[in-house]
């Protein structure tokens, strides 16, 4: 059974606290509104820590937790071992609370972050550097299937594994049994691959999706002008679901096809303090998979996107 969930970050939540954050109490009441089956735990220390408590929250709202993420810089070989750490802590409690992945993303560093989008300008990781990231990537993977987490690798624009050369390596140069595939619908896009295409590719090693939306005259603009990440970001190139240029109709038949069984997770990836209403936005996104037929897949689902709880 396909689920639907929203995500922090689509209430701009990218660290533990921030005075600009709403309450992580109203996060899950509006989760709940717009119509979602769950959400991801975002960066660990928002959400209440204490399994206990927390799914006593979230049954409250009847929604379930899908994922746990880390993203961080993963080619600093010193930093392995509190990668790690911090790995266990974050899946001891996604474990508990019954989530399904382990998402695995690098970190935007500022080379990368300028040449966003634009495969021939950005610069490769050397040989040593890449076996650092991959290594690292394997032991947080292994810490992830210890608790039986689907570990999952998501590439990311201003990331050293945003392109379609360093997708392909990344999963060439690690482990298929323990380390899956995130499809991003809108990162995937921004570094100029086919999501749809993405995933019946590699279909072998898909495991779970996270649905964003694109604006390709705001990306086009961005290219043109060597913007970096945060500039297009801020410009809005990343848009509520239907308002962009990701196929979700191909998409939908695309995971039809391949009998996916899981999770998809939207990410609007809003500042707290831009233009957005999340909660609008999440209604907006959500109202727009029941139209191209992502409805009727889980208790949460409602054509209205105003609740069905």
């Known amino acids: 059974m396909i689920r639907i969930g929203n995500a922090p970050t689509s209430w701009g939540i990218e660290k533990p606290a921030d005075p600009a954050y709403p309450l992580w109490q109203t996060v899950l009441d509006q989760v709940a509104e717009a119509g979602y089956d769950g959400l991801e735990l975002g960066p660990r220390g928002f959400l209440p820590d204490r399994p206990e408590e927390l799914a006593a929250e979230l049954a409250k709202r009847r929604l379930?937790?899908?994922?746990?993420?880390?993203?961080?810089?993963?080619?600093?070989?010193?930093?392995?071992?509190?990668?790690?750490?911090?790995?266990?802590?974050?899946?001891?409690?996604?474990?508990?609370?019954?989530?399904?992945?382990?998402?695995?993303?690098?970190?935007?560093?500022?080379?990368?972050?300028?040449?966003?989008?634009?495969?021939?300008?950005?610069?490769?990781?050397?040989?040593?550097?890449?076996?650092?990231?991959?290594?690292?990537?394997?032991?947080?993977?292994?810490?992830?299937?210890?608790?039986?987490?689907?570990?999952?690798?998501?590439?990311?624009?201003g990331t050293r594994v945003e392109f379609r050369d360093e997708v392909e390596r990344l999963l060439e140069d690690t482990d298929p049994a323990l380390v899956r595939l995130c499809v991003d619908t809108g990162h995937s896009t921004y570094a100029g691959m086919d999501p749809v295409e993405l995933c019946r590719t590699y279909a072998d090693r898909l495991a779970y999706v996270h649905l964003k939306d694109l604006s390709v005259p705001?990306?086009?603009?961005?290219?043109?002008?060597?913007?970096?990440?945060?500039?297009?970001?801020?410009?809005?190139?990343?848009?509520?679901?239907?308002?962009?240029?990701?196929?979700f109709v191909g998409l939908r038949r695309c995971l039809e096809d391949l009998g996916y069984d899981g999770w998809l997770t939207v990410e609007q990836d809003a500042s707290p303090t831009g233009d957005s209403v999340p909660l609008a936005d999440a209604i907006a996104s959500r109202r727009f998979l029941a139209e191209v037929g992502f409805a009727g897949l889980g208790p949460g689902s409602d054509a209205d996107g105003g609740g069905g709880r």
């Open 64 to 157: 379930g937790l899908s994922a746990a993420n880390v993203m961080t810089p993963l080619a600093d070989r010193g930093s392995t071992a509190e990668l790690v750490r911090d790995a266990e802590l974050t899946c001891d409690l996604a474990e508990a609370l019954g989530a399904s992945y382990y998402v695995i993303i690098d970190g935007i560093t500022p080379d990368r972050e300028r040449t966003a989008g634009r495969s021939e300008d950005a610069q490769r990781l050397d040989g040593a550097a890449w076996r650092t990231l991959t290594d690292t990537v394997q032991r947080l993977a292994e810490v992830a299937a210890a608790r039986d987490l689907v570990a999952t690798f998501h590439p990311h624009a």
């Open 218 to 247: 705001v990306l086009d603009g961005a290219r043109r002008d060597k913007a970096g990440f945060w500039e297009a970001y801020g410009r809005g190139v990343f848009c509520v679901l239907g308002r962009g240029s990701v196929d």
